[in-house]
């Protein structure tokens, strides 16, 4: 059950009268429940009707949810006390617009789960890249002090799971997408964490500056109190950073002119004027790894003066020293005739992609498409020339790629069968090459999400690779 009842969590303007969730995907399937069993009415709406939808369907209506799938009642939503959007819900939605219309309150579920967890302590990561990992490492690092620490959000789960538990944990590693912080106008982090800035989700914002607007929505509610770390060699980022209150922490995989920085002649990671760990401690591939390890071990020192003892700094290092790659993200899928198979099914923007190339040494065949994002592939160009041998475009952004990287890189077009495609990279991939899914696009052409993009390129792989042995 929730900590709070509904009218003691929520203002009393967003009680007054039945609650729109628009979104049935994991973060509005759960936030619908912790509003229904806080005692709100709860109509909740989603535009598709496909399985995860129906599942959600099955879970809230026993819990007196009224749901509809395959579209929305809009004058029913007009008529919201509050409508809470899922992140995937775009801002020009028929729902959204008709909400707006009628003067109804807008926010996102992590603003409806924030309400129900007044005092809990929590660092908030949000960036262009990386946050995934960075939160992970987090919520690995404040586990490692002893905490009853949990990761939430944007890395899957969302926080309204976390608000329906009957026992709050110590600490959240809370990480934070712009979707997310366009409708989270409460956030106050113990910490933020901003990894780097680079353009994404041209598909839904109409410039680069909108979408950089929404990641600064981080430090809507900054004081002199606060604390904020950051990516000092990010120029976009110290930008965004100058004027805000609080107190600046920063981390540079390039000097040791800050906070936090990777000794590059000594090997090693320095946090807070101390050695850390040695970088061959860190089982991590690239830069930006070292970077995220940096930035993680600077925000959990930085959010409570315990975390910074002789003991604290050594359960730190040992919790870095154990923490493994995260599942879709450079990921090894196995290895199949001397050919390795590598999944980062969860770089879906054209810096992340960019980012997982620089860390190849094999020749590489390279799985790029699904659905194009607004961004040109003619970023890529330097990295492709330098280890890649045949990019496999697919989906709906093939058209687009080939038309990018034209006499950069050799480029074949596939269909729509992802079978197919990872059946010719096996064709193609030779002893001693690689074979990349990092496709710089969203799934939702072919998959669900993302997760099922790269089980099914790990299933896939071992199928189709596995004639040739696993080494």
């Not at 960036?127 to 009853?148: M, R, W």
């Not at 890395?155 to 608000?163: M, V």
């Amino acid at each position: 059950m929730p900590v709070l009842s509904l009218t003691e969590a929520l203002p009393a303007a967003w009680t007054r009268a039945e609650i729109s969730v628009i979104g049935l995907a994991r973060s509005g399937r759960a936030v619908a429940e912790l509003l229904r069993r806080a005692g709100a009415d709860v109509y909740a709406s989603d535009a598709k009707a496909g399985h995860a939808v129906l599942r959600a369907a099955l879970a809230l209506e026993p819990l007196g949810v009224e749901v509809e799938h395959g579209g929305h009642d809009l004058a029913r939503i007009a008529r919201s006390a509050l409508v809470v959007a899922s992140p995937g819900v775009p801002p020009d939605a028929p729902p959204m617009a008709a909400a707006r219309d009628a003067g109804v309150s807008i926010v996102g579920e992590l603003e409806v789960a924030l309400q129900f967890l007044p005092h809990e302590r929590y660092i908030a990561i949000t960036g262009t890249n990386g946050k995934t990992t960075t939160t992970a490492l987090v919520n690995k690092l404040l586990s490692s002090l002893g905490y009853d620490s949990v990761s939430a959000g944007n890395i899957g789960t969302p926080l309204s799971e976390i608000a329906l538990r009957e026992k709050q944990p110590d600490w959240i590693a809370l990480e934070t997408s712009s979707f997310q912080l366009h409708d989270t106008p409460s956030i106050a982090p113990a910490v933020g964490i901003l990894t780097n800035l680079s353009a994404n989700h041209l598909d839904r914002y109409d410039s680069v500056d909108a979408y950089y607007a929404d990641k600064a929505m981080l430090f809507r509610n900054a004081t002199d109190r606060s604390v904020w770390v950051s990516n000092a060699d990010d120029a976009a980022v110290q930008a965004m950073v100058r004027d805000v209150p609080g107190t600046h922490l920063r981390f540079t995989i390039s000097s040791g002119a800050a906070d936090a920085y990777y000794d590059r002649a000594a090997d090693t990671l320095v946090v807070l004027g101390e050695a850390l760990i040695k970088r061959d401690d860190l089982a991590l591939l690239g830069d930006h790894n070292v970077a995220n390890a940096l930035s993680a071990a600077l925000a959990v020192m930085a959010a409570d003066t315990l975390h910074v003892t002789p003991r604290a700094r050594a359960q730190i290092a040992d919790a870095l020293k154990s923490f493994r790659a995260l599942e879709h993200r450079i990921e090894p899928a196995g290895r199949y005739g001397d050919v390795e198979w590598i999944n980062d099914s969860k770089s879906t923007n054209v810096a992340s992609t960019e980012v997982a190339l620089r860390g190849m040494r094999r020749p590489t065949v390279l799985l790029l498409g699904g659905r194009h994002k607004g961004e040109p592939y003619t970023v890529l160009a330097d990295a492709l020339r330098r280890n890649v041998k045949l990019v496999l475009a697919y989906g709906e952004a093939a058209p687009i790629i080939v038309q990018d990287l034209d006499g950069i890189v050799p480029v074949e077009v596939l269909g729509s069968s992802f079978e197919d495609v990872l059946a010719r990279a096996r064709d193609v991939a030779q002893p001693g090459d690689a074979v990349l899914l990092s496709p710089a696009c969203s799934s939702f052409d072919m998959f669900d999400n993302y997760e099922e993009r790269g089980r099914i390129f790990k299933q896939l792989a071992a199928e189709l690779g596995g004639g040739a042995g696993k080494t």
